[in-house]
């Protein structure tokens, strides 16, 4: 079993997020202005993460915004790694989520790398609060 750094264990609530392009302009928030999920972490190494657009109903025929995913992770205290081995996105099975991690106010903070979403290269956060 890997050693995991206990700060993470435990189950999370998304309230918030938030995505910027490479000039630091706000862009739309990833998974809209109602963004919900839960991601849990057990100290043996296995999460799972379900996150959504959580509005009630969705404007004009868009599309919902939905991801799941499980696997075996690790985390050294600033970079959380999962090995995806079940996903809502079947591309994602058999990679890796790589996302920094920080602490701050009570709650965490995941961010992934820079990468392309709703057609813009930007950098995303998204902000978690402890269940329980």
């Not at 910027?20 to 809209?32: E, F, N, Q, R, T």
């Not at 996150?51 to 009630?56: H, K, Q």
């Not at 696997?71 to 790694?81: A, C, E, I, P």
């Not at 903070?109 to 813009?120: D, Q, T, W």
């Amino acid at each position: 079993m890997a050693n995991i750094d206990s700060r993470i264990v435990g189950i999370w609530r998304m309230v918030g997020t938030k995505g910027a392009d490479d000039s630091g302009k706000a862009l739309p928030p990833p998974y809209g202005p109602k963004a919900m999920g839960l991601v849990t972490f057990q100290a043996d190494g296995r999460m799972m993460a379900v996150l959504c657009d959580g509005r009630r109903e969705m404007p004009g025929g868009e599309a919902r915004p939905f991801m799941s995913y499980a696997g075996n992770y690790t985390f050294d205290g600033t970079t959380l790694s999962t090995r995806v081995d079940a996903s809502s996105e079947a591309s994602r099975i058999g990679g890796e989520q790589v996302r920094t991690v920080r602490f701050e106010a009570g709650g965490m903070v995941l961010a992934p790398p820079r990468r392309l979403f709703a057609g813009v290269m930007q950098r995303q956060e998204l902000f978690w609060e402890r269940v329980g």
